[in-house]
Structures are given as C-alpha cells and as structure tokens.
C-alpha cells in the first residue's frame, strides 16, 4: 500500500514539473513596437500556392524583402522600407498588431521581440504570404 502511495505521489510530483516546463516554454510577453525598428527574416507563402509555384513565389519576394525594414514611430506612424518610406498607421494591443497602408489593414503578431505579418489576397486569388521581423539592435 505504501509503495502504491509513493509511487502515485512521485507520478503526480513529475506531472507538475511538466505542466511547468511547458508553461515556461509558452510565447514570450511581446515588446512594445513603439520608438523600434524591425528587419525583415523570413517569408512564406502559406496558401494558394504548392510545389514549384511556390518555391518560385517564394524567391521572389525573398529578392524584394531581403532588405526591408519597419520603423515604428513613437506615436501611431511607421514606414516601411519596401513602401518607399511614406509613412502610414499602426496599432499595438498586447500581441496584436495592425498596419493600415492607404486602406488595406494587415494582422500582425507580435511575440517576444518578433512580428509576424500576414498578407491575405493581394498576390491573387486565395494567396497568402506570412512575413517574419526581428527586432533590430542595430536600426533606430
């Protein structure tokens, strides 16, 4: 009965741990944009596009964004590399992140010192693009 019992408490102990590695590994609490620059990581295509297509996509906008950056101002402007440099609006709430370029509003994520973009629809039909930024420690 006693070895029943300790072993019960020992598996019950080991869950815990568990359940606290795994809310230890959960997203990080995301940085404010404001006052920031972000470059560009990554993209991908991730609808409407398969195989060679995509992989052809992909390199593409690869070759336009290599170089991009966001720079968020204090207030609620940014500009965009890529969008020769005019300035347009954005929003911060926690997490969630809004560009509005003209009158096109695109979701972001921000999570830890990393934004995640997505751009549904503008390379045709049922095509999305998911774009990475790092938070830069060189750009301001």
Do not use: H
Request: glycine residues 10%.
């Amino acid at each position: 009965m006693k070895k029943r019992f300790v072993t019960t408490l020992f598996a019950f102990i080991a869950c815990i741990a568990c359940l606290l590695g795994f809310v230890a590994c959960g997203d990080t609490d995301p940085v404010s944009v404001a006052g920031k620059t972000f470059v560009f990581e990554k993209l991908e295509v991730t609808e409407g596009l398969k195989g060679e297509e995509k992989s052809a996509t992909e390199a593409q906008l690869l070759k336009m964004y290599k170089d991009d950056y966001i720079v968020f101002g204090e207030d609620d402007q940014f500009t965009m590399l890529c969008l020769n440099g005019n300035q347009w609006t954005y929003a911060q709430d926690g997490s969630k992140l809004t560009l509005t370029i003209d009158n096109e509003t695109l979701e972001g994520k921000v999570s830890g010192n990393t934004i995640t973009i997505v751009i549904k629809g503008t390379l045709g039909d049922g095509v999305s693009v998911s774009m990475t930024y790092k938070l830069s420690a060189n750009k301001s």
